[in-house]
C-alpha cells in the first residue's frame, strides 16, 4: 500500500517488488530490484526514508525516517523479520538479523545479531 503523508508520495523503481500487505508512506525512496516483503513497514514522518538496490527489508519489519534523522538503506542490506532500522544510516551490504532494533548511527560493515539494539548518545 503507497500512502502519501505531507503532500509526499513514496516512488518505487519498476523493477522492485513491493508486497501487497506492505506498507510505504511518504517521503520514502525503492531502489532497483529492492524487495519489501508482506507487512513490512517503510514511513516516513516528517523525514525521508531511501531503501538502496537490491536490498531486502522482511516480514513484519519497519524502516522509519524522521525530522533530523532520515533512515538510508544502502545497496545489498538485508532488514530482518521483526528488525527495526529508526533513523540509522545502514552502510551497503549490512545484514540486519531478527528483531534487531538500530536507532540513530552510521554503520559501516555491520552484522546486527538477532535481537540485538545498537544506537548512539
Keep these: 500500500m503507497l500512502i502519501e503523508h ?21 517521503d520514502v525512496r525503492i531502489g532497483p530490484e529492492a524487495r519489501i516483503l508482506f507487512s513490512a513497514v517503510v514511513t516516513a514522518e516528517d523525514g525521508q526514508v531511501e531503501v538502496g538496490a537490491r536490498c531486502v527489508v522482511m ?25 527495526h532500522v529508526n533513523g540509522a544510516d545502514v552502510a551497503a551490504g549490512c545484514f540486519l538479523g531478527t528483531g534487531a ?6 554503520s559501516s560493515a555491520c552484522a546486527a545479531r538477532s535481537g540485538s539494539t545498537a544506537w548512539c548518545t
Design 59 to 83: 516480514e513484519h519489519a519497519l524502516v522509519r525516517g524522521r525530522t533530523g534523522h532520515p533512515a538510508r538503506l544502502g545497496d545489498d542490506v538485508l532488514v530482518g523479520p521483526h528488525a
Design 6 to 26: 505531507r503532500g509526499q508520495r513514496p516512488q518505487v523503481d519498476p523493477t522492485a517488488y513491493v508486497a501487497p500487505t506492505a506498507v510505504l508512506c511518504g
Design 101 to 106: 532494533a538500530l536507532f540513530p548511527v552510521r
